[in-house]
């Protein structure tokens, strides 16, 4: 078998346990799907899910995008605010 074979074999193996594990996800998600629609209180599940996943989406927002102070402004402030509580 050929260098260029091996590889081509590998990759193959390789995309057929990538599908492989997609379809026993996807399956298994399903199945979360089905059981939680059998469920009396769906609706509240929903609500829940989506106040939870717009609490992250806000806290995603924080974090990227705000821009944090410059670190020579927050030493400038503090010596300020250090002279006035000093006096000097």
Do not use: C, F, K, N
């Not at 590998?10 to 995309?15: D, G, Q, T």
């Not at 298994?28 to 609490?55: F, Y």
């Not at 806000?58 to 927050?74: G, K, M």
Request: hydrophobic share 50%; aromatic share 2%; charged share 25%.
């Amino acid at each position: 078998m050929s260098d260029r074979a091996g590889w081509d074999r590998r990759a193959l193996l390789l995309a057929a346990g990538a599908a492989d594990l997609a379809v026993s996800t996807l399956g298994a998600a399903l199945g979360t799907v089905r059981g939680l629609l059998r469920r009396s209180d769906a609706a509240e599940l929903a609500a829940d899910a989506e106040h939870d996943l717009v609490a992250r989406g806000r806290l995603v927002l924080d974090r990227y995008a705000a821009v944090p102070p410059a670190h020579l402004e927050v030493l400038a402030q503090r010596a300020r605010a250090r002279r006035g509580v000093d006096g000097g």
